[in-house]
């Protein structure tokens, strides 16, 4: 097996990729995903979260609502980094028994989707890293757009992460989803090829 990083900046469409690498044959990983199931009433990420920033982030059937807590946490770096130190490990530890899960299935391909990877510096966990980029005004279009956010708080959110620029100089693969879907596929396509050879080599 292969494990692939897939990261990038906010709105820059690693879903997107992530799900032309699934169509492909590759096992994908949600980390967002996990991160919710972590997350879940009673869970102790959730304790940790409650008591690291109190009750007003929970909704009224006592979950804790995400949304306020990025708004929070988006506005402070102290205090980002506080819930990344709650968070991170125990999302790694997850993601690192899923994958040993899909190598017991014999699976020769598989991509975590982690936004992050290298604010965790999790880059030694895998074989290669794949970075997706788009401009910062195509950024800015997607999260007003689709989340609803002024331009300024758009430029907060990607302001709050490692900048783009720095995350293509540490990946090994760079795909620009700013434009026509048909050449990220095309870029996800040679990507897919160079890992299964390598994955065959593994094996």
Not at 60 to 67: H, K, L, V
Not at 164 to 191: H, M, Y
Request: aromatic share 4%; glycine share 8%; net charge neutral.
């Amino acid at each position: 097996m292969i494990r692939v990083g897939l990261t990038g900046g906010i709105a820059t469409g690693k879903s997107t990729v992530a799900r032309m690498f699934a169509r492909r044959g590759a096992a994908v990983i949600d980390a967002d995903e996990m991160v919710r199931e972590l997350q879940k009433r009673g869970s102790t990420v959730y304790e940790a979260i409650v008591n690291a920033f109190g009750p007003h982030i929970l909704r009224g059937d006592g979950t804790i609502d995400r949304r306020s807590l990025g708004e929070l946490v988006f506005r402070d770096e102290q205090l980002r980094r506080r819930l990344e130190t709650i968070v991170h490990p125990a999302l790694i530890s997850a993601v690192e028994r899923r994958v040993a899960e899909l190598r017991t299935q014999g699976v020769a391909v598989c991509v975590v989707e982690l936004p992050l990877l290298m604010e965790a510096e999790a880059e030694r966990r895998f074989d290669c890293v794949v970075v997706v980029t788009a401009p910062e005004e195509v950024q800015i279009a997607r999260l007003m757009a689709d989340r609803g956010l002024s331009r300024e708080e758009a430029l907060a959110r990607i302001g709050s992460q490692m900048p783009l620029g720095e995350k293509e100089r540490r990946g090994d693969f760079v795909i620009a989803n700013g434009g026509a879907l048909p050449e990220t596929e095309r870029r996800v396509q040679e990507i897919y090829e160079w890992l299964l050879r390598n994955a065959s080599k593994k094996a």
